[in-house]
């Protein structure tokens, strides 16, 4: 007698994709490692504007600001550094480790007309922080915009 197995087309789908997570994982800005190059691991990242400034901020708790590089270069912001790993405790002796050593590189395209004079970046418990005034052109205020009532068009022929 024959034993049944259950098909399970979401596992078939997803077996072999780790490749893809590994991608999917780097552009929403999950750490993770990088065999070829050694360790590299990617900081979480936010970047919001307010009151005409846009602001770059990245989670690098355990790093030195000595450790950390800002720089504007051919219209992108580059944030570069490294998390030494801890040396009080030998690589053979952990059982299960998630936090990240090693170098680390950001990279963000800046808005044309940015002056990169005016960049300013602070580090403050563990966050950095890198500010900038918005061009004159993305520094526009908010306009409301009135949404009118009634009927669409569409639902007015039916």
Do not use: C
């Amino acid at each position: 007698m024959r034993n049944l197995i259950r098909w399970n087309p979401v596992s078939e789908l997803t077996s072999g994709l780790g490749e893809f997570d590994d991608l999917y994982d780097r552009f929403r800005g999950r750490p993770f490692r990088v065999s070829q190059e050694g360790n590299q691991w990617w900081p979480t990242l936010e970047s919001y504007t307010k009151d005409g400034k846009a602001f770059v901020r990245l989670d690098l708790p355990g790093v030195d600001p000595k450790d950390v590089e800002v720089v504007a270069e051919d219209g992108s912001l580059i944030i570069r550094g490294e998390r030494k790993g801890a040396k009080e405790v030998e690589e053979k002796y952990y059982h299960y480790r998630e936090t990240y050593f090693g170098k680390f590189e950001r990279r963000l395209t800046l808005p044309k007309g940015t002056h990169t004079s005016k960049i300013a970046a602070r580090y403050d418990d563990g966050v950095l922080e890198v500010s900038m005034p918005l061009p004159t052109h993305l520094a526009a205020k908010k306009v409301a915009i009135q949404i009118e009532g009634g009927k669409s068009e569409s639902s007015q022929t039916a």
